[in-house]
């Protein structure tokens, strides 16, 4: 476990992303748990876990803000 990269995980992650959103957002999700339980049990974050980070939030904050933006326009019409 320790030294463990998780950069080649994100590396595939964003290829999923570019294939199909859903599969990419499931990989993010386990592949930044196991990143999560790497670094509860060295101590230290492994390398490839912000980005990880950095794509789950860059993935999932635009959808949110679609959704708040949408939703209300569909109602107020």
Do not use: D
Not at 21 to 46: C, D, M, Q, S
Request: charged share 10%.
């Amino acid at each position: 476990m320790a030294g463990q990269s998780f950069t080649g995980k994100a590396v595939i992650t964003l290829v999923l992303y570019f294939i199909l959103w859903v599969p990419g957002l499931i990989a993010n999700i386990l592949f930044y748990k196991e990143a999560r339980e790497v670094k509860r049990v060295t101590g230290h974050a492994p390398h490839g876990m912000g980005c990880l980070s950095v794509m789950f939030w860059a993935s999932v904050v635009p959808l949110i803000l679609l959704i708040v933006i949408i939703i209300p326009a569909l109602f107020s019409s």
